[in-house]
Structure formats: structure tokens, C-alpha cells
């Protein structure tokens, strides 16, 4: 597996979400959903509508099941994913035992290779230059969730890390950047 970067410019991060948003809004939802998040990829793909929709709404968290090797985690869904999902779902016409991110022909999710091909060709698209992958999606939603304030022993907590230093290294974070942050309570 190949080292990839996260997304560090919200331009470019724009600049992807405008050219998937014109092609399709499954894509669209798939880059939004990863990157504010921090989801594996494989749980994204699993999910399917009734995880995120009750049937009127789409649900404020998504609640991701523990195995013999994971604790069950609890994802935040924002305004922006929500959002997306609320459009997707509609115009898709997607019904509640579907999978989120399903292939235009068949019930069955789109694979690791096809989310592959999507969002590096995309990230070309959109003039970002370096290795990009699907790992770069929640590598993004890692860094810039740094960058706001949260504080890097959470985040080790959402990556599984052993510890601080292991998540940094993973979010491309030197000791010597010393970034500042942007911590905004918005009262």
C-alpha cells in the first residue's frame, strides 16, 4: 500500500467537492461524508440507507458496529453530510434496506477499487497534485480537524492510534509544524 497525503488546501478540497457534486451525487456524498467524519473507507461502503435515514430524516449520528478487533464507534453526522445524504437519497430514490453507496446496476456497494478510481480522478480534476487515495479522505478529515482544535488524543481514539505520535506521523503533522488552531465555540 502506497503512502498517501491529506488534502491540506480548502480550495482544493472545494474545488473536488464542485467537480464530484457535477457528475454525481453519490461520489459527491462519498468524498463529504469521509472527509467530515474520518470513516474507514470499508464502513462507508458498508453502510447502507437505514443506517443514516429513519425514514423521514436523516439521523444525527451513524453508529458503526464493533468486531472482534474494533469497539463499536459512534460517527457525528454534520449539516454538510446531512445534507448530502437528504439530497442523494431523495433523487436517487434509494428505499431504506439499500446500500448508500450501491452501483448503478445492482444492490451491492461499490468496491475499494471503484472509490479508488473516483476520488484520485477527481483529485487530478481538481489540479491536486501528490499520492491521493481513499485513505486521503479521512487523512483530510484528520488534519483539518487538527488544524480546528481537536485535540490529537481524540483523534488518536478515532484512527485506533497507539498514541499521539503515531496519528500525527499518519496526518503528514511534523514536530517542527507547530499549526496554529482554530478553536471556535460559536456561542
Known amino acids: 500500500m502506497e503512502y498517501v497525503s491529506p488534502i491540506k488546501d480548502p480550495e482544493s ?3 473536488m467537492k464542485d467537480l464530484l457534486k457535477s457528475k454525481s451525487q453519490r461520489d459527491f456524498l462519498l468524498f463529504v461524508f469521509g472527509i467530515n467524519t474520518g470513516m474507514r473507507i470499508c464502513d462507508l461502503l458498508n453502510l447502507k440507507v437505514q443506517d443514516v435515514w429513519n425514514g423521514k430524516e436523516v439521523t444525527e449520528f451513524v453508529v ?6 474494533r469497539k463499536e464507534k459512534t460517527f457525528y453526522l454534520n449539516n454538510n453530510v446531512r445534507n448530502a445524504i437528504f439530497n442523494y437519497v431523495l433523487s436517487a430514490q434509494l428505499k431504506s434496506g439499500d446500500f448508500l453507496f450501491k452501483t448503478k446496476n445492482h444492490n451491492k456497494p461499490i468496491t475499494r477499487q471503484q472509490a479508488y478510481r473516483i476520488v484520485n480522478k477527481a483529485a487530478r480534476d481538481a489540479g491536486i497534485e501528490g499520492k ?3 485513505h486521503t479522505i479521512r487523512k483530510t478529515f484528520g488534519y483539518h480537524a487538527y ?5 490529537i488524543s481524540v483523534l488518536s481514539a478515532i484512527f485506533d492510534h497507539s498514541g499521539p505520535a503515531e496519528t500525527l506521523k499518519y496526518l ?6 507547530d499549526l496554529p488552531k482554530r478553536i471556535d465555540v460559536n456561542l
Do not use: L, M, Y
Not at 172 to 177: D, L, P, R, T, V
Open 13 to 15: 478540497i472545494q474545488r
Open 64 to 69: 458503526i458496529p464493533g468486531n472482534g478487533h
Open 132 to 134: 491521493i487515495g481513499t
Open 147 to 151: 488544524r480546528k482544535g481537536v485535540a
Open 172 to 177: 503528514a503533522i511534523g514536530k517542527e509544524q
